[in-house]
């Protein structure tokens, strides 16, 4: 086939210079029908064009949209991907080395300047040399490029099947873990912004909701997945919940000590209004992560409403009145707007009625919390009634996640006898009042 020569430069001169488009659509014509077909040609006419001094992404949006000739994976289309090929008259070893063969020498002419390819293009054609087994060189410079620029991915795009044969995920968590952490790492160097590190928080988390559904998916590595970001990533704790909840629903045979440690990850603090209901109300989370949830949100209310009180009884108005005085007296006090007083009530109202319903949960949560450890007591039966003498402690007081874990751990907890009982009965005991004598 007769190869056309390359096209002269554009020299520009005066004040006609052409628009930006105008050499974008230029450039794309120097790549005639010979240049779409033959590889090697393509190479030289992109090393051309480099050796002109082209924007470096002019040149990898020319290698995104020319690539999808050779391979159809490439392009963003699903059309073009559904489209069944033509009949092959070569073997399939042929053809996956000749895939591998156009994969290894797209990677090789990519501009080598950041953010100059778009990152899903990146994405697809590192899930096509995964598939085609291309050097392990290649695969490593695909992966840091894609860490780079992991803030611009799209979750559709980042779920890579796994062509390992060893791998019994259908996902390929490994990778995603690799390109997280690399990701935070150049994160820690300062480079990457903290915008930028949200909002691959975000992906990850839709990643995880998405790969928990797997069976084989081993709870080593989805944790090595969460713990990949850092804790500060995370601006709320909703999606990591919904994943966790999504693991535990689709593996109901993990042990109580394992869910234990996965529930540890979750910071109730973080998470909104109604996903702490839903945690509340969630039977697959432990009885700990249950209670953990319901103290800090009633933590988070008795803030609401104490900051509800320093502002209708301020400094400059300790009777709580609708009247603002300013400080100094001198001038006269002013009556707040209706607005203002609907807006007080209005919030004085919707934090009573959260009181009254987390009361309410929390009183459920303390019955069923009796009842499990009623059974595991076995139900009171046998020669002492124990509940009876104070050997099983009530929660129905104001108990504190550390007193808790110190019950837990030994410490400050004091060995109960029918003996103990008895004297601490009598030291309670108030003493009775006699009446005066009148005599």
């Known amino acids: 086939m007769k190869k056309t020569p390359s096209p002269e430069p554009v020299t520009i001169s005066g004040n006609n210079q052409p628009s930006h488009h105008d050499q974008d659509m230029e450039y794309y014509s120097w790549f005639d029908e010979a240049c779409i077909q033959d590889m090697n040609y393509f190479v030289k006419t992109i090393t051309g064009i480099k050796s002109k001094g082209i924007r470096p992404d002019l040149i990898g949006s020319i290698i995104a949209h020319y690539a999808s000739k050779w391979l159809p994976d490439l392009s963003g289309n699903v059309s073009a991907i559904t489209t069944p090929p033509p009949p092959q008259t070569e073997s399939v070893t042929a053809s996956v080395m000749k895939k591998r063969f156009f994969v290894e020498t797209l990677i090789g002419i990519l501009p080598p300047e950041k953010d100059s390819v778009p990152c899903n293009f990146l994405l697809r054609l590192l899930r096509t040399a995964k598939m085609v087994g291309a050097n392990p060189n290649y695969l490593t410079e695909l992966e840091n490029r894609v860490a780079w620029q992991l803030?611009?991915?799209?979750?559709?795009?980042?779920?890579?099947?796994?062509?390992?044969?060893?791998?019994?995920?259908?996902?390929?968590?490994?990778?995603v873990t690799r390109l997280v952490k690399k990701f935070v790492g150049l994160d820690s160097e300062g480079v990457k912004t903290g915008a930028a590190l949200v909002k691959v928080a975000k992906l990850v988390d839709s990643y995880l909701a998405e790969a928990a559904l797997d069976g084989g998916l081993s709870l080593p590595e989805f944790i090595s997945l969460i713990e990949a970001l850092p804790s500060y990533a995370r601006t709320t704790e909703d999606g990591l919940y919904r994943a966790i909840d999504t693991y535990l629903k689709?593996?109901?045979?993990v042990l109580k000590q394992e869910r234990k440690e996965l529930c540890r990850l979750i910071d109730s603090r973080k998470l909104s209004p109604e996903a702490a209901l839903h945690?509340?109300?969630?039977?697959?989370?432990?009885?700990?992560?249950?209670i953990r949830v319901l103290f800090t949100e009633q933590t988070k209310l008795s803030r609401h409403v104490d900051w509800s009180g320093s502002l209708t009884r301020s400094?400059?108005?300790?009777?709580?009145?609708?009247?603002?005085?300013?400080?100094?007296?001198?001038?006269?006090?002013?009556?707040l707007s209706?607005?203002?007083?609907?807006?007080?009530?209005?919030?004085?109202?919707?934090?009573?009625?959260?009181?009254a319903r987390l009361q309410s949960e929390c009183s459920a949560m303390h019955l069923q919390v009796e009842r499990l450890l009623e059974k595991k007591s076995g139900g009171g039966k046998g020669f002492f009634r124990w509940k009876r003498l104070g050997l099983?402690?009530?929660i129905r007081g104001s108990v504190s996640v550390e007193e808790m874990n110190n019950c837990e751990s030994g410490e400050g907890f004091?060995?109960?006898?029918p003996g103990n009982m008895k004297t601490r009965l009598v030291k309670g005991r108030t003493p009775s009042r006699w009446r005066k004598s009148m005599s």
Do not use: W
Not at 250 to 253: E, K, V
Not at 318 to 326: C, D, M, R, T, V
Not at 414 to 417: A, I, K, V, Y
């Open 151 to 175: 803030d611009q991915a799209s979750l559709k795009e980042l779920m890579i099947p796994s062509f390992s044969h060893t791998s019994k995920t259908l996902l390929d968590v490994e990778l």
């Open 250 to 253: 689709a593996h109901p045979q």
């Open 279 to 290: 945690a509340a109300q969630n039977d697959r989370l432990p009885v700990r992560a249950i």
């Open 315 to 335: 400094p400059t108005n300790p009777s709580g009145s609708h009247y603002f005085e300013p400080q100094g007296g001198s001038a006269g006090a002013r009556c």
């Open 338 to 355: 209706k607005r203002e007083m609907n807006v007080q009530q209005a919030e004085i109202k919707r934090l009573r009625e959260d009181v």
């Open 392 to 394: 099983v402690p009530s």
């Open 414 to 417: 004091e060995p109960q006898t």
